[in-house]
């Protein structure tokens, strides 16, 4: 069984060229891995009648480069028309080094719904264009074999789907943007033995100084045992050990020292890693993965959100996470940084990841660098354009069993302080039981089922119809800082801004004293292209509200907007819209291509004032200016 400390694992033999060349999931690694990236046989198939016409058994016409969508620049294809059904194929040998054990090959994402085959037998299917999912080729190919891998990707263009913000029209408009079709993340093959780890389930405990690790296992033998160790750049921490022949998931605790105790936080975001072994009866390693892991706590205190026991105000920014060229898929890993890097130099300290459930190299950087983070679903796609007021939206079982896969691939990683399992749903509240009631607690409860330790939302803004929710808030884009001001005003009272504001259109039950922010505001549209040629009819953007005469204008608005929720001291946090601009959405810090397009350094300062919040149970900010 190879070494391997979960730093920097590589690619066997995965070639110079490669694109997004890097370990797709890096909190949970394992040493060897093949990277399946690069170029694949494409077809286009829009009547969805590809295997009744044995497409799946040919040679395909065309070429893409994975792990872009055929939408996109950087796939090489560039069709942004409607792709009901596309088709991939490439032919790849299994390692000859992996004898003896099982190769599995996986899929980072494909929207919407896959159906894989190897060698002509199928082999996996998947619904939700978000989330993982994998096939097991033990039986189908050997090491050392030739594996034909097919791919037929189905997405529809209607209908009840989580898509996210991907538009349902021929063409861009509003906030929706270029459709996502097919593979667009990693796609990878590795080893393991017949028994072998699932992901771990890695839950911190402050108070009790440890670490709870629950370690789901593919199969029991007897004899087995797994084993897990705490590292530290000082090295061992804590180890444990359990016997692996009686559950499917067997438990562990690891304990930290006092001395070794060293909480995560966005001013010092440690990371421990975690060696997690599976033994045999003869004691031989049979897997091994590192993980890593940050030991920290939120909880909830009548109006205060908590981090570590310590108000610390969240700045947060809208990142919906699109790429000019990749469209949902970052064009490098770099990128990634980047982003992270921008919404910091502007002075947020973390993002509501809006709308999309962002590739795990992205929340693996946020957990390094100590930015914090919302999960959310895209779950965009449940309105149905008919029914009546009090029922069009249906988001299906569908979103709920997509829902949990994004919370067990993310459950780990110590930057997500709360989850969003839906958002922007609007429906009038009425005495008839809705689907949208229903899925709206199905997703609420069995978040909670799934992760005790984190907040849930039960949707943000808008319809909150489960009245135990954790969180609750509101979105606005009033644009006049007094007419804001008046409209923050009744949370002192119990009564905060809810939507809509019209008396006789209730969406949401009542305001239970919940913690409660503005997850939504701001969105200033701001084009200085545009603004300078003001009069000659040329705007082809958009954002809210009027724009801005000039960025001396855009500052004041938005240091006065800010600067309402920071005096608000039962206000934990915001989220302004947003880090960049978005196609014709143009109402970001940044420009598409993430260059400057005002002054950030104002934005920074009109942020990292001490907010009332911090300064309203010590006297002093506890908040983290980065």
């Known amino acids: 069984m190879p070494e391997y400390d979960g730093i920097c694992p590589h690619p066997l033999d995965a070639g110079p060229d490669v694109p997004r060349p890097e370990y797709p999931r890096p909190s949970f690694a394992r040493a060897e891995w093949l990277n399946l990236n690069g170029t694949w046989e494409f077809a286009r198939d829009p009547g969805d009648s590809g295997l009744e016409r044995g497409i799946a058994e040919r040679e395909l016409p ?26 991939y194929r490439r032919t790849v040998t299994i390692p000859a080094e992996w004898a003896g054990r099982r190769p599995v090959l996986h899929f980072g994402a494909v929207d919407h719904d896959a159906t894989v085959w190897v060698n002509g037998t199928e082999v996996a299917r998947h619904s939700g264009g978000f989330t993982p999912f994998s096939a097991d080729l033990g039986g189908v190919v050997e090491p050392g074999d030739e594996a034909v891998v097919v791919v037929r990707a189905r997405d529809a263009a209607h209908g009840p789907q989580a898509r996210g913000k991907q538009s349902t029209e021929y063409a861009n408009h509003a906030c929706n943007y270029t459709r996502v079709t097919g593979i667009w993340q990693t796609v990878w093959l590795e080893p393991v033995a017949d028994v072998h780890l699932r ?95 940050g030991l920290r706590a939120v909880s909830l205190d009548g109006k205060r959100f908590l981090l570590n026991g310590e108000p ?59 930015y ?4 959310e679903f895209g779950d ?65 409860l069995a978040t909670k089922a799934a992760d005790s330790s984190r907040p849930v939302i039960d949707a943000s803004g808008y319809a909150h119809r489960v009245a135990e929710t954790d969180v609750y808030d509101a979105h606005t884009y009033e644009q006049d800082p007094a007419a804001f001001a008046r409209q923050m005003a009744g949370l002192a009272d119990d009564k905060p801004f809810v939507n809509p504001e019209e008396p006789d259109r209730v969406w949401s ?33 958009w954002g809210y509200g009027q724009r ?38 143009q109402n970001g810090v940044y420009r598409f291509d993430r260059s400057d397009k005002l002054d950030v ?4 300062e009109a942020q990292l004032r001490p907010a009332a919040y911090e300064l309203g149970s010590t006297g002093s900010a506890a908040g983290e200016e980065r």
């Open 62 to 87: 065309e070429r893409i480069t994975v792990p872009f969508c055929p939408e996109s620049e950087l796939s090489g294809i560039g069709d942004t028309d409607f792709l009901h059904a596309v088709w």
């Open 199 to 293: 992901r771990p389930r890695i839950t911190p405990d402050l108070a009790g100084g440890c670490f709870h690790l629950q370690l789901p296992l593919s199969a029991n033998r007897p004899g087995h045992r797994v084993r897990a160790r705490l590292l530290d750049a000082e090295g061992t921490v804590a180890q444990a050990a359990v016997r692996a022949d009686l559950d499917l998931a067997p438990r562990l605790v690891l304990t930290v020292p006092p001395a070794r105790q060293r909480t995560w936080s966005p001013r010092d975001p440690h990371l421990y890693r975690v060696l997690l072994e599976v033994t045999d009866a003869e004691g031989e390693v049979v897997d091994r993965a590192v993980c890593t892991a």
């Open 312 to 370: 610390v105000f969240q700045r947060l920014v809208l990142d919906q996470g699109w790429y000019p060229d990749g469209l949902m898929t970052a064009p490098d890993d770099a990128a990634l940084v980047r982003d992270i890097e921008l919404s910091l130099a502007a002075g947020f300290n973390g993002a509501r990841l809006h709308q999309k459930v962002f590739e795990e190299r992205f929340l693996w950087h946020a957990d390094r660098l100590g």
């Open 372 to 375: 914090l983070v919302w999960g």
């Open 380 to 444: 965009w796609g449940a309105h149905t354009g008919g029914g009546t007021a009090w029922d069009n939206q249906r988001p299906t079982a569908g979103f709920v069993h997509q829902w949990l896969e994004a919370v067990e691939r993310d459950q780990a990683h110590p930057s997500i302080v709360g989850w969003c399992p839906l958002n922007e749903t609007h429906q009038l509240l009425h005495d008839r039981r809705t689907q949208l009631d229903d899925v709206t607690r199905a997703m609420f």
């Open 509 to 541: 039950l009542p305001y239970r004293g919940q913690p409660y922010f503005v997850s939504e505001f701001g969105g200033i549209w701001w084009n200085p292209e545009e603004a300078a040629a003001a009069g000659e009819d040329r705007d082809v953007s």
């Open 548 to 585: 801005p005469r000039d960025e001396e204008e855009f500052h004041a608005r938005f240091a006065g907007l800010t600067g309402v929720l920071l005096d608000d001291p039962l206000m934990f946090g915001y989220c302004y819209t947003q880090l960049t601009d978005v196609f014709q959405e």
């Open 601 to 604: 350094s104002r934005v920074r």
